[in-house]
Structures are given as structure tokens and as C-alpha cells.
């Protein structure tokens, strides 16, 4: 069975400073998918990086960088030069692309506070 | 563009009632899915429709029926709500996952609906 973990329910960061949000999972699917979703208080779901297993560079998006370890199974998302408006729920997702890539599956969430 | 739409945005039912979630997309996209979304944990996944026409059960298909009633639209529908059925639901809609490159495909989410039943 799939399943992803994500070990810290809060994390507290000062304004300006890089910050990394782990992330863990496990999978028997050979193809995989590992995405990273912004949650602010106002609720909506916000895609922020993707990954996939077979990509041989981590992945970038503006501030947002993706530390993939494939043999250790993790996918922890780095943060740099937080701004307040990074306080939010940060999500780790994956998504089987063999098994017909439809069946997402997130973790519990990581709240992260950036301090001024 | 609206991007994925919902209605309605709160809805509060007794035990017993019924209703019907409403999901639109406007990206043209093939797959739409339902999740729900309790405290302390992450995104459930209730139903997905692959393409237009189709529908499959996610991981918490139990209590809940779903339509998907063009390519644009993709409902959810509570026939007998339950205390346990109290959440947020959130729509989504992606790519046909695998077919546009290196992308991932990801899933443009609708602004969610606050159910509280009592």
C-alpha cells in the first residue's frame, strides 16, 4: 500500500531564512509522482513543485526546491528566503503513474510559522 | 477563466438529508475528483472519473454517489448524511495523468465546501 508521512505537524521559521519540510513515503509502484501543495488559512489547495521518480535532477519552482532521495524514499521540500506569506499547511502528495496515476494520496500536513 | 468552481461554499444538514456537491472546470480537462478533508489530516480521496463517462471508487467511496455529467461537470452526491460525513470537500480537476510531458499533471483545486451535519 502507498502511504506518505510527513513527521512535523509545525515547524517555525524566521522571515528570510530557508526551511525544509520533510517528507517520507513508501510505494511498490515502479513510476511515481510526488507533488507539494500550499494550503493558506483561506483554504484553497496550491500546486508548488512536482517530481517525478524517473527525473534525474531535483526539482526547482522559484523559491521552492525539491530534495529527492529515492533510495531513502524521501521527497522533503526546501523552502528559501521565507516571506510571511509562506505561513500556511504544506502538503505532500504522490500519485502511482502505472497504476493509472489517478489515485492521489497526501500526507497529514505540516503547518509552517514564519516569524518577522 | 474561474479555473474549478463550487457550489455551494457551506452547508449545514441534518442526519438523514440528502444533497448534491457541485464541481465545474473550465480548463478542458479529462479527469475531475472528489476529496474530503478532516481535521489533522491530509486530502481523502472519495471518487475519481478518469474521463468523461466514467467513474471509479478512491480510498473513502462509502456514503457517497458521484455523477460526472459532461466533461465540464462532476457531482457528488450524499444520499443519507451522516455526523461522520461533517468535512471539507474539495474538487479537482488534472490532465489525464502520464500524457503531458514531465509536468506531473497536477490537480487545480476547486475552493472547497464546508459540510456540517448534525
Known amino acids: 500500500a502507498q502511504k506518505i508521512t510527513q513527521t512535523q505537524p509545525g515547524m517555525f521559521v524566521q522571515e528570510k531564512e530557508a526551511v525544509t519540510l520533510d517528507c517520507t513515503y513508501d510505494t511498490s509502484d515502479p513510476s511515481y509522482g510526488l507533488f507539494w501543495y500550499k494550503q493558506p488559512s483561506s483554504g484553497e489547495m496550491i500546486f508548488l513543485i512536482y517530481q517525478g521518480s524517473y527525473d534525474q535532477q531535483n526539482a526547482t519552482e522559484g523559491r521552492y526546491s525539491l530534495n529527492f532521495q529515492k533510495a531513502r524514499k524521501s521527497a522533503n521540500l526546501v523552502i528559501s528566503a521565507s516571506q510571511l506569506g509562506d505561513s500556511a499547511m504544506y502538503f505532500c502528495?504522490?500519485?502511482?503513474?502505472?497504476?493509472?496515476?489517478?489515485?492521489?494520496?497526501f500526507g497529514a500536513g505540516t503547518r509552517l510559522f514564519v516569524k518577522a | 477563466n474561474a479555473g474549478v468552481t463550487q457550489t455551494p461554499k457551506f452547508q449545514v444538514l441534518k442526519t438523514g438529508q440528502s444533497m448534491t456537491l457541485q464541481c465545474a472546470q473550465d480548463m478542458n480537462h479529462n479527469s475531475m475528483y472528489w476529496y474530503r478533508q478532516d481535521p489533522g489530516m491530509g486530502l481523502r480521496l472519495i471518487y475519481y472519473s478518469a474521463s468523461e463517462g466514467t467513474t471509479d471508487k478512491g480510498e473513502v467511496p462509502n456514503g457517497y454517489n458521484v455523477s460526472r455529467l459532461n466533461k465540464r461537470e462532476f457531482s457528488l452526491r450524499l444520499e443519507s448524511a451522516a455526523p461522520s460525513q461533517t468535512s471539507v470537500y474539495f474538487c479537482a480537476s488534472s490532465e489525464t495523468p502520464g500524457l503531458a510531458g514531465a509536468s506531473g499533471n497536477e490537480q487545480f483545486f476547486g475552493p472547497g465546501t464546508r459540510l456540517t451535519v448534525l
Open positions: 502528495a504522490m500519485r502511482g503513474l502505472n497504476t493509472g496515476g489517478f489515485k492521489t494520496i
